[in-house]
């Protein structure tokens, strides 16, 4: 799995892939193939979703706790 690739771009190849599908531009012989990279596509979107969120949280915490020193002073 390529976690090189950005969220924006795995998530637009995603689209692409859900969309042959959904028009039934996919043959049955890559199908499965399609699959299985969505399913790759899907996991490098959710662990750097996941990571977006840890560095959000992490960064809040970081700003109340320094809110919170300068309220102490």
Known sequence: MSD???Y????EELQKIVS????GEIS???LSEKVKRAAQLIKICKSKL????E???RILQELA?????EQQN
């Open 28 to 30: 049955v012989d890559e």
């Open 50 to 53: 996941t990571n977006t969120e």
């Open 20 to 23: 042959e599908i959904e028009k």
């Open 65 to 69: 706790s320094s809110g919170d020193e």
């Open 55 to 57: 560095d959000v949280n």
């Open 8 to 11: 924006t771009a795995a998530f």
């Open 4 to 6: 090189k690739l950005n």
